[in-house]
């Protein structure tokens, strides 16, 4: 890195930097004494600025150092640019109570209108002087500015700036509604499309779903069709199930052998909290067999109306006769459908509700 005043190299235990714009020089070029610079290097490269960068009052140096120059050219531009205003402010010069050792009066022209003479008087003043005079219109102008509020409006080139600055504005605010429209619209059609896909899909689906409730509706009806269920016979420990159906048989005077029954087995109540013994279900053969034994039972029922077919008929030993009750294999759900419809009669006082082929 070189001086920015004699343009040589720079060693970094005798130059300084400018904390404000970073422009380095040799501390001999400032004019320091090394003394000087030794003893207050620490100061100095903390908080040194440079001729450029220093307070406007600092206009005194009379060195000849590589950084005089330059000063002194900068000082006289700025004498040269406030000529008008030393001039203006002569007068009151005059009547300020300033050091009277400072100011050397010889001969300034004045020329008066009413007079045919002409004066020449001089006034001399130090750089000091006129250093603090410069400072003093300076802050007098801040002050003033500062406390006269200014409309925004009547600042020379504002309003135009927030007209363009406004019209500016409309047009992204357009161009940003626009575009915002346009995607809602699309994704408004986009989701309309959508919304029917879907709803077209559930409707099949429905459709479908329906179909398959239907074959499996039928399907498990015809698993069901050769079943013949037995109700409310009391459970034993050591039971033989075919016994008690061939009981049953040779009571209601239906033949039957032991090829004729395929299967006797109890199953799982729909309701565990229910009291009733499991049914018995029996599997037959087809489903004559099965409306053989339906149909016998009822003819048993309709001879033998004040002693309907019980356990004691089945060989159940023990306790009080329970009726029993022999029907079809019916599903869950028509099950269900069946109980209401039972319920519905009672309410409605009719005398009879049936169950034939799987159909309440």
Partial sequence: MNCSACKSALHASSSLQCVACKACFHYQCLNMSDGHFKMNIKELRRAWRCDS??????????????????HRLQE???????????HVEQQHIADMSCDESLINTSSVSCGS????????????????QFSDLIDAKLDSI????????????????????????????????????????ETTDFLHAEQKDLKKSISEQNSNLRAELNSIGMRLKAAEKTSRSCNVEVQCVPERRSENLVAVFKNLCK???????????????????????????????VTLPSERHRDQVISY??????????????SGHVGVPGGENCPIFVSEHLSK???????????????????YVWVKYGRV
Avoid: W
Avoid at 297 to 310: E, T
């Fill in 53 to 70: 960068c220093m307070n406007i009052t600092r206009r005194n140096r009379t060195d000849s150092t590589p950084v005089a120059s330059p």
């Fill in 76 to 86: 006289a531009g700025r004498a040269g640019a406030c000529s008008s205003l030393a």
């Fill in 113 to 128: 209108a009413g007079t045919s003479q002409a004066k020449d008087v001089d006034v001399s003043i130090t750089m000091k």
């Fill in 142 to 181: 801040r002050i003033r500015d500062q406390n006269r509020e200014i409309p925004v409006s009547k600042v020379p080139g504002i309003p135009e700036i927030q007209d363009k600055i406004k019209s500016e504005l409309e047009k992204v605010t357009n161009s940003i509604r626009q575009e915002f429209s």
């Fill in 251 to 281: 009571e209601i005077e239906l033949p039957i052998t032991d090829m004729d029954i395929r299967s006797c087995r109890r199953v799982a109540k729909m309701n565990p909290t229910s009291k009733r013994p499991r049914n018995i279900l």
């Fill in 297 to 310: 039972v009822k003819r048993y029922n309709l001879k033998n109306a004040k002693s309907p077919i019980n």
């Fill in 333 to 351: 759900d028509v099950k269900e459908l069946h109980a209401a419809a039972r319920r519905a009669a009672k309410d409605k006082a009719f005398k």
